[in-house]
């Protein structure tokens, strides 16, 4: 029912950007705040950035405030993650997620789904 698709990963150098887009299905986009999430290396998932529509709350992660800039169009039922100065430890696996987002944090997620993910690779 609920389908999740991330894509626009890829490989770039230290300093690069990236625009990553995730594409949501079998839910109303616009009941729900969206979020990104990244895979961690021994660890859980971890929120790097939501967006609550309704009231315009955002939050990022620290590592990533004022690289990192989050959007969605309504219209298409897609997120954005617009990615600058790139760094070797932003390289991983980036998922998206319907989440109750507030401007502290990704309180928790909706629907018991994942995408595929989309790989980020940073070179040095």
């Known amino acids: 029912e609920v389908q999740l698709v991330e894509s626009g990963g890829g490989l770039v150098q230290a300093g690069g950007s990236l625009r990553l887009s995730c594409t949501a299905s079998?839910?109303?986009?616009?009941?729900?705040?969206m979020g990104w999430f990244r895979q961690v290396p021994g660890k859980e998932r971890e929120g790097v950035s939501c967006?609550?529509?309704?009231?315009?709350?955002?939050y990022y992660l620290d590592s990533v405030k004022g690289r990192f800039t989050i959007s969605s169009d309504s219209a298409k039922n897609t997120l954005y993650l617009q990615m600058h100065s790139l760094r070797p430890e932003d390289t991983t696996v980036y998922y998206c997620?319907?989440?109750?987002?507030?401007?502290?944090?990704?309180?928790?997620?909706?629907?018991?789904?994942w995408g595929q993910g989309t790989l980020v690779t940073v070179s040095s």
């Open positions: 997620a319907p989440v109750e987002c507030r401007s502290t944090g990704i309180l928790y997620r909706y629907f018991e789904v």
């Open positions: 079998g839910f109303n986009f616009d009941h729900y705040a």
């Open positions: 967006f609550g529509s309704h009231d315009g709350s955002t």
